[in-house]
């Protein structure tokens, strides 16, 4: 070596590194297009988007390929790979002999880094191309290491029609990652780039297998003979290249959130993906044309969504199959109707068995009905939830605030989208308001998650996002409550055999728009929509007819394992209480207390039962007895002995439901004789002037019918109520006067202090 030989060199490098400078290569993710995949938890691709040139790639790192591969591969292409500067002078000195010698190429030369550069930059097959491949492999020598041009390779190769990368190829012709490839598919991967077109293994098999065998042969200094005979003795069959099509509507919605990424990792699982598509697909026979479902599974622990279904049917254009109804906003029926109970515990507004009114009545001229168009009267807060009950719903949505209740969720998490200009009012608890599945199953993860709601989450790298959505003893007793009974209960253990500590709760928009059901596991929250996107109703569609059962069929395909025994928080513990006050047992004398209950109660508390509505004055109250005779009398009529007896007054609404062994505990007796004069006369009370089941009809297109309402029997005032309505009161023996301004049934009901009462139903037409 000459003094000048280092200089030379050292001008040689500089030249090199000025002209990579300007002259860069066309390297990916700058001006180069580039496909996107979006992948499974497992790397199986869920949808693939080609690029403008509508090739399928799929970017895979060295640890993601079987080392196999990655043997055959440098073996068979490259033996010097891992220390040549990028081209290998001998290969090329002996390509060209050859080609001198044979005159045609009989082999290449080409290191992998100069098929990199060629794959990135397409040269022709002339010298100067071949100049300008060891330019570009020198230059990317020197701006990447060895183990990025090699995966630059594994996710660029031509593997035949639109199929790029090993990756890509071991899913569309093996229908396996990569990772997994045997000794045979390694070879068959290897090969396949030389000529992909020829060697197709799903058009030419045996083509392919030849060209197999090949670098089986070359490979046996490697491996053993017994594994490159298993191998050989492998057949070569390939599946046609089809697009993956798995969660297609959520790939669409990552692709959007991460628009410049060629790879995009979701959390899904592939497996429940599929299995849950195909039960949406059994679903569509019994389904209305334009009707669409969608299904959502979150896991419990991560807030990891395992499972997404938009629509029914994503090649159905006639089920609105583009139109992703998870993120969708609709009206979500009964389903807030847990949060309004489980707030309601918190802020000491009730416990599990506090005592709530289903009849008939008016909240400031609001007039609720159930579903079922029929009342239960006196029902705890553990049976109104469990039956979606509406009236008692809305009661304790009126003691608590509708404002206060939309506050409380937002805090919590889930948003409710109210008409605009609207103040939440008490329908919102019905479904005058709007919700997402997405948002509804990231509440309902807090029965199971502690009162701990969270942001459904699509990769694995997003931040947590949780909020407080109720306590964790309000949490326990609401699960608790849904799991405990009733028709959904039943179901579950119909549709699963035996009872699998799921608690959950269907619902039903106005005018059957909408069917939902979100049910809880200790392991996932499961979230099902069905309706029609456009929002036409489809009458006889409901909650728990259409939406539960599908519900059930999800949780027992993926959640199979029997719970184990849930332990209550330290703030959760029973007690008993006793109707219709509220409070426990233990504080209430046995003479106020008419019913008693088990409920569960948070931090020893028992809040009493709500204020009467339609009656002024304190659940208790005094009366005197005659002494001798125990009847109900008073100083002025009855100056003999008496006695004072406590008396626990139920809600003047439920005195007409009460059963007759209770009216009779709970209603003072007769008076006595000497005190009746001063009271109404002997008798039950009874409505006169309009009899059971009458119809009243308008006269032509003269004025509206009027009523003149008169009862009989009463003492002091007599409250009047028309469809549970406050509409008058007046004293014993007087008249009100209603008007009945529009057509329908209506229940008119009449009671006195006494709790006597008496009700008629009419029809107005």
């Known amino acids: 070596m000459t003094r000048k030989t280092p200089l030379t060199l050292a001008a040689a490098l500089a030249l090199l590194l000025v002209a990579d400078q300007l002259w860069p290569p066309p ?5 180069a297009a580039h496909a996107q995949v979006v992948l499974a938890r497992d790397g199986t691709p869920l949808r693939a988007f080609p690029d403008r040139m509508h090739i399928w790639r799929q970017p895979v790192s060295i640890e993601e390929v079987s080392p196999r591969y990655i043997e055959a591969l440098v073996a068979y292409e490259d033996r010097s790979f891992w220390w040549h500067p990028g081209v290998n002078p001998w290969a090329l000195l002996r390509a060209g002999w050859q080609w001198l010698r044979h005159g045609q190429i009989v082999s290449g030369g080409s290191t992998l880094t100069m098929q990199v550069a060629r794959l990135l930059e397409p040269t022709p097959r002339s010298f100067a191309g071949k100049l300008r491949q060891v330019a570009r492999a020198l230059q990317l020598e020197l701006r990447f290491s060895k ?13 035949g029609g639109v199929v790029e990368g090993v990756e890509a190829a071991s899913r569309a012709y093996l ?42 042969d070359r490979l046996r200094s490697r491996w053993p003979a ?7 003795q492998e057949p070569v069959i390939a599946l046609s290249i089809r697009e993956p099509l798995l969660a297609p509507l959520l790939a669409e919605r990552l692709r959007r959130l991460k628009p410049q990424a060629a790879r995009i990792d979701s959390t899904i699982d592939a497996g429940m993906q599929q299995s849950v598509e195909q039960l949406l697909a059994t679903r569509l026979a019994v389904l209305p044309p334009r009707v669409s479902m969608a299904t959502l599974v979150v ?32 009206s979500p029926g009964s389903t807030l109707k847990p949060f309004l109970y489980g707030l309601a515990l918190d802020e000491g507004l009730t416990h599990s068995e506090s005592l709530l009114a289903d009849v008939p009545q008016s909240f400031s001229g609001y007039q609720p009905g159930n579903f079922q168009a029929s009342f239960s009267g006196p029902v705890s807060v553990s049976e109104a939830l469990q039956k979606s009950l509406n009236v008692p719903a809305v009661e304790v949505l009126a003691q608590l605030g509708p404002a206060r209740f939309v506050s409380l969720l937002r805090r919590g998490g889930l948003t409710l989208e109210l008409p605009r200009g609207s103040a939440p009012n008490l329908g919102v608890i019905l479904g005058g308001t709007a919700v997402t599945l997405e948002g509804l199953v990231g509440a309902y993860s807090a029965l199971a998650r502690a009162g701990v709601s969270g942001q459904p989450r699509y990769f694995a790298d997003a931040p947590l996002e949780e ?13 608790d409550v849904l ?8 179901l579950v253990n119909d549709g699963l055999g035996e009872r699998r500590g799921i608690a959950w709760k269907t619902g039903t928009s106005f005018g059957f728009r909408d069917a939902w059901a979100v049910g809880v596991s200790d392991r996932f929250t499961v979230g099902v929509w069905i309706g029609r996107p456009d929002g036409t109703p489809n009458p006889g569609f409901f909650g728990g007819n259409i939406a539960a059962p599908l519900l059930v069929d999800v949780f027992s395909m993926i959640d199979d394992a029997p719970p184990p025994a849930r332990i209550p928080p330290a703030s959760v513990s029973k007690a008993r209480i006793c109707w219709p006050l509220g409070t426990r047992s233990d504080t209430t004398p046995r003479e106020l207390c008419h019913q008693e209950r088990t409920a569960w109660i948070l931090d020893g508390t028992a809040p009493p039962t709500f204020a009467d509505r339609l009656r002024g004055g304190g659940a208790r109250y005094t009366d005197q007895r005659d002494s001798a005779s125990g009847l109900r009398v008073r100083a002025a009529c009855a100056p003999g002995a008496m006695s004072e007896v406590a008396i626990a007054r139920w809600p003047a609404a439920l005195e007409p439901w009460l059963d007759g062994a209770t009216r009779q505990r709970a209603l003072p ?51 009047w109520l028309l469809n549970g309505r406050q509409i008058g009161r007046v004293a014993a023996g007087g008249v009100l006067a209603q008007r009945f301004s529009d057509a329908g049934r209506y229940q008119i009901t009449v009671m006195d202090d006494a709790g006597r009462y008496d009700r008629v139903e009419i029809s107005v037409r």
Not at 150 to 156: A, D, G, K, P, T
Not at 226 to 232: G, K, L, M, P
Not at 300 to 326: C, I, K, P, W
Not at 682 to 706: H, K, M, Q
Request: with cysteine; charged share 30%.
């Open 467 to 479: 909020a407080r959505m109720m306590s964790a003893g309000a949490a326990f007793i609401i699960r």
């Open 147 to 159: 183990r990025e041009i090699l995966e630059l390779y594994l996710s660029y190769a031509p593997m």
């Open 483 to 490: 799991e405990a009974g009733g028709p959904l209960a039943r």
């Open 226 to 232: 017994t594994t490159i005979a298993d191998a050989r």
């Open 669 to 719: 007796p007769e008076w006595a004789p000497e005190c009746r004069h001063a009271r109404a006369p002997e008798g039950g009370l009874r409505i006169v002037g309009v009899s059971d089941g009458e119809t009243i009809r308008r006269a032509g297109n003269g004025p509206a019918p009027e009523l003149r309402l008169e009862a009989r029997g009463g003492q002091a005032d007599l409250i």
């Open 27 to 31: 390297l990916p993710g700058r001006a």
């Open 299 to 330: 896991d419990n622990a991560s807030l990891e969504v395992r499972a997404y279904a938009g629509s029914a049917d994503f090649t159905d254009n006639a089920r609105f199959a583009h139109v992703d109804m998870v993120q969708a906003a609709r």
């Open 175 to 216: 229908g396996k990652p990569a990772r997994r490839l045997s000794e045979s598919e390694a070879a068959l991967l290897t090969v396949l780039p030389q000529a992909p077109s020829r060697l197709r293994p799903d058009r030419y098999p045996e083509r392919a297998r030849q060209a197999r065998d090949k670098v089986l």
